[in-house]
T-cell receptor, first 109, second 113 residues
Framework: GQNIDQPTEMTATEGAIVQINCTYQ??????LFWYQQHAGEAPTFLSY??LDGLEEKGRFSSFLSRSKGYSYLLLKELQMKDSASYLC??????????WGAGTKLIIKP | SQTIHQWPATLVQPVGSPLSLECTVE??????LYWYRQAAGRGLQLLFYSVGIGQISSEVPQNLSASRPQDRQFILSSKKLLLSDSGFYLCAWSGDREPYEQYFGPGTRLTVT
């Protein structure tokens, strides 16, 4: 089968740094996405990784290791508005997008 | 720029009633279109996807159906709703080139009573 594993919930403090991990087992790999979803809203696209390494975009960075089937999303200088669920998704060899269940991030002042 | 519209935003329907949710995309042509359902606190479940007019692929057998009568219009339907159909329904589009990132509409929150 195909599956994506993420922690269910994480808590962090405003101004701190948090790393959300994602491990995947899929039939092939054509890229990995991170999405942010605020409660009651639609997911919004954050990042895309297809090659190993770190992609930085402002306060958010995403890392990929294809050999390990592993990615993480790094959020720096956390703000209260970063409280949301973060979804990891992988495109497999059939170009199907396989979704993780998401990690709910709670930011405390 | 591309935009995606979904309506209605919220819907309360009795068991056994029909359903029609509509999604339209502007600013792009020949998009790939998707219908997802998300139960409360859960991940996204792909219901249907379409790569062109009249071309629908179903991922989950159920009492829902989808149609794509026009290039940028995607409709989700049911003849008789079940309680288990309650959830947050999301329409998304992607281009036909890599990396195929998907962009979501605002969603419809359906409650079947």
């Amino acid at each position: 089968g195909q599956n994506i594993d993420q922690p269910t919930e994480m808590t962090a403090t405003e101004g701190a740094i948090v790393q959300i991990n994602c491990t995947y087992q899929t039939s092939g790999f054509n890229g990995l996405f991170w999405y942010q979803q605020h409660a009651g809203e639609a997911p919004t696209f954050l990042s895309y990784n297809v090659l190993d390494g770190l992609e930085e975009k402002g306060r958010f960075s995403s890392f990929l290791s294809r050999s390990k089937g592993y990615s993480y999303l790094l959020l720096k200088e956390l703000q209260m508005k970063d409280s949301a669920s973060y979804l990891c998704a992988v495109i497999n060899s059939n170009y199907q997008l396989i979704w993780g269940a998401g990690t709910k991030l709670i930011i405390k002042p | 720029s591309q935009t995606i519209h979904q309506w209605p935003a919220t819907l309360v329907q009795p068991v056994g009633s029909p359903l029609s949710l509509e999604c339209t995309v502007e600013g792009t042509s020949n998009p790939n279109l998707y219908w997802y359902r998300q139960a409360a606190g859960r991940g996204l479940q792909l219901l249907f996807y379409s790569v062109g007019i009249g071309q629908i692929s179903s991922e989950v057998p159920q009492n829902l159906s989808a149609s794509r009568p026009q290039d940028r219009q995607f409709i989700l339907s049911s003849k008789k709703l079940l309680l288990s159909d309650s959830g947050f329904y999301l329409c998304a589009w992607s281009g036909d080139r890599e990396p195929y990132e998907q962009y979501f509409g605002p969603g419809t929150r359906l409650t079947v009573t």
